[in-house]
């Protein structure tokens, strides 16, 4: 089993949805986790961290669920510039590991 | 204030031959990671250096190896290079030694690594 793993996707959803991606995690030792976003060919950027029960900013939540090892991400109200795939990142004593990312596409 | 940059950005290389990727970190950020992405996956962790030290290292063989400058700029050295380390490798920076401490990664645009 992976450390950590993502549904791969593709998510593809109209203009205006809401879509949650989910992330789950095998080292319960691990107390802050990230959501980056990596556009094609590019590196990723931070989009948001998430250390306790979650995190908002603006159209996006991030909820953290240790009892079941999971984190998520919601984004409400989809853009066409949200189109990107979105990893998940666990750190855990000095090491960092990403999921293979979500990929989303948003469609007009 | 300037972001992470890596030098070169795209590299072909023969099997066998040796390479040297190199990273200057964000102003102000004491620690950089290097990552290995390959197509269709996320970046695997190779290994973490902060204030010159290697404090984290990821599933790679010893023919991975780095080092970190006094000026926090870092090199990722790979010996005797195999087809499959042919990926984008990715240099990141943050401010402190670990990212538990909630500082994310800034992430330079990689360099694309062939072996041919």
């Known amino acids: 089993r992976k450390e950590v793993e993502q549904d791969p996707g593709p998510f593809n959803v109209p203009e205006g949805a809401t879509v949650a991606f989910n992330c789950t995690y095998s080292n319960s030792a691990s107390q802050s986790f990230f959501w980056y976003r990596q556009d094609c060919r590019k590196e990723p950027k931070l989009l948001m961290s998430?250390?306790?029960s979650g995190n908002e900013d603006g159209r996006f939540t991030a909820q953290l669920n240790r009892a079941s090892q999971y984190i998520s991400l919601l984004i409400r109200d989809s853009k066409l510039s949200d189109s990107a795939t979105y990893l998940c990142?666990?750190?855990?004593?000095?090491?960092?590991?990403f999921g293979d990312g979500t990929t989303l596409t948003v469609k007009p | 204030e300037t972001g992470v940059t890596q030098s070169p950005t795209h590299l072909i290389k023969t099997r066998g031959q040796q390479v040297t990727l190199r990273c200057s970190s964000q102003?102000?950020?004491?620690?950089v990671s290097w990552y290995q992405q390959a197509l269709g996956q996320g970046p695997q962790f190779i290994f973490q250096y902060y204030r010159e030290e290697e404090n984290g290292r990821g599933n790679f063989p010893p023919r991975f190896s780095g080092l970190q400058f006094p000026n926090y700029s870092s090199e990722l050295n790979v010996n005797a290079l195999e087809l499959d380390d042919s990926a984008l490798y990715l240099c990141?920076?943050?401010?402190?030694?670990?990212?538990?401490?909630?500082?994310?990664?800034?992430f330079g645009s990689g360099t694309r690594l062939t072996v041919v």
């Open positions: 990142v666990v750190p855990n004593a000095g090491k960092s590991t």
């Open positions: 102003s102000g950020h004491n620690t």
């Open positions: 990141a920076s943050m401010p402190g030694s670990r990212q538990e401490n909630n500082y994310g990664y800034t």
């Open positions: 998430v250390y306790s």
